[in-house]
DNA sequence: TATGAATGAGAGTTCATTCAT
DNA sequence: GATGAATGAACTCTCATTCAT
């Protein structure tokens, strides 16, 4: 059951392929009522295909979820990677990533759901493609991370733990944050700012250092 | 929704009753399979019970599930606030709290992958019941968080916000250090103290307050 | 699987037995849910007895069936044959039969919903039981019928198949008028007397004999 | 509750689709065993389909027999209605009528066993359907009459009790028809002749009118 | 007698997947 | 390429019945 990459971006003309439309509509139902409750039919129906296309273009279930979740890490990757290349110092680096995390789940687009999600209430096996994947995402973190260190702009700590760890502490947050009720609306509010702010008290480097 | 059975200790004898073999069994099963992984003849074989027997304590799968996650919240609520209790100082709470979730871990039981798996993956109504146990756990902790601050043992900052961060941040590498492999091995090492580090150094006061 | 006749009155006391208890609440419970809807633990409740005390006193579920559908055959049969010992008329049993079988269920018993439901989507073996107990039941009439010919009072025909088109005329009339709508009231009013009519004209002997 | 699919006619070949081989199937089953002694993997193993076939052309066991109870009343409307509109008279639609149900149960059919146990023994709301559908028949039937009696063929009475008791009367002796013993092979024989003319004595106008 | 905890076969239903067209 | 009818293993849950106490 080995990883495909179908076409992220149609080859040949501008309007998305089927394969985007199938991940798209994957995307929003996997995040709204997870793996398992997400059926095939279901997926079909919103994307507007059959079943066979589904099949077509995606071996199994399994590889639906799998290519919704790399495209959603992708994305957050590129960000994080295109800000760092641009020079941007690590506090505000921070900032902005959690700020784009809050951001994704208030545009509606449920993605931060879905990464949250992951890895848990699934198959054994697609469990462990979902946290070679994070472990993926994460690494990537870890990098920027060491980089960081090594300028003396963040403290010296364990680049995959406090990865992990950051993961987890804007994970958590937001995905308290898409409850729905009072509470959710407050932590979308103030969320971005005292995410950022926890997150960099845990970064940042000692005073005298 | 009928009430559940939920005799915890046994009258009579030392050995557990039939309802807390059923919950231990399912508590490893849904730690390393997930909700919708674990059937409920798994779990009655794991129990060495019937089918019968586990449909005469708990009415329905998903107050199995409700069920070990409210024995999981409510053993770690104890520790915690028994120390608080104590006058246990904060920083040092935060790291017994932390090296606590690493030791549950380490001691095979799991039940820390069940906790980040709350939540999701699973039937809509169930996941709000959930989210409302974690709720009710996260409130908890927030009112340590609170005293906590009024103390002035802590900075100032969002209680609940708090409570989701910390939580977010220990499960994230603690679901990390029950991989298997080399790292997770590492991870389980330093885990305890880089963890609570980072918390501590999340939680401290400024310096001149 | 023999039939087994319990106490119908209680040898020692008054009050009714456990056993009358029992075909009591199961009789109510049959009535209105059928064989299939009626469980053994709701007629325990409804009796007020345990399991156990069922399973005491009639050795399967099918028996208790039996108990209620021979109990309330026999009440109607012994109503029928005094009313012909005394020596009412032909159409006068046939009027006061017919009003019998309504006034059973206008007075809530719906033991008339009971006979109708005998012997159909019924495990195959108690089918034949209860078959063998209508029988025995359309048996009787068709004696009285048969004796009824021989004196003239009514015209000669094949008693069984008369007793039987008897049976379902009724029944399938009363059936109807338990439906609980503007009709069911309807046809509680102007049944016996129209449903006797009926009866009556199928009976009764030519003009010229 | 979903639309079942009906397909009565296959349109290209002469054998009938999946969906009236399951009915078929489920047909003789339901009519020999009841609803609840009819389990959905025996209907699938009668019909030669998989489960999953069952499912595809039915939302569920219920609507199977819905469907079937609706195709047995359906033809023997059509029966009645087509001889009504050839102008056939009273008494004579009422003889071949009484003929066709025996018929039908002489020929294996075992049809007439299934509607005699409608609205019995099933589950409540399925239940209120048969008796909807019942309904709908009779009121079919009692149109008839309504009509015969205008034109003074048949005598004046309430129409539709009428029919529900005709109705009863034939399925009772059907019933008893088909027990498979000596009697029953008596009353396939006698049946259709005294029935009809209990049926016609029941409903023909009065001598002097 | 009387209890109710325990049993387990069997129920209806779902759904990822296949394949002839 | 694209379709959707067909498959069947696996699911959760029910309930008549047993038996140690």
């Known amino acids: 059951m080995r990883v495909v990459r179908t076409n992220v971006r149609s080859e040949k003309s501008m309007e998305p392929g089927l394969a985007d439309r199938i991940r798209a509509a994957a995307a929003r139902l996997f995040a709204r009522r997870g793996f398992h409750g997400t059926g095939m039919r279901l997926i079909a129906e919103e994307a507007g295909v059959s079943i066979g296309a589904l099949y ?30 641009e020079g941007v110092s690590a506090p505000e680096v921070v900032r ?48 920027l991370l060491s980089q960081a260190m090594q300028r003396r702009e963040i403290r010296t700590a364990h680049p995959l733990l406090t990865a992990y760890a950051l993961l987890g502490l804007v994970e958590a947050v937001t995905a308290r944050a898409l409850a729905g009720d009072g509470t959710a609306d407050e932590l979308q509010r103030v969320g971005p700012a005292e995410v950022a702010e926890i997150a960099w008290r845990a970064l940042r480097p000692d005073k005298e250092e």
């Open 56 to 85: 077509h273009y995606f071996p199994s279930k399994e590889e639906v979820f799998l290519s919704v979740l790399r495209q959603e890490y992708d994305q957050r990757l590129a960000e994080a990677q295109g800000m760092w290349r």
């Open 96 to 143: 902005r990533v959690v700020e784009l995390h809050f951001a994704s789940i208030t545009a509606g687009h449920e993605s931060g759901r879905l990464l949250s999600q992951a890895g848990v209430g699934s198959p054994l096996e697609l469990a462990l493609q979902i946290l070679a994947l994070r472990e993926e995402y994460a690494t990537c973190i870890a990098d």
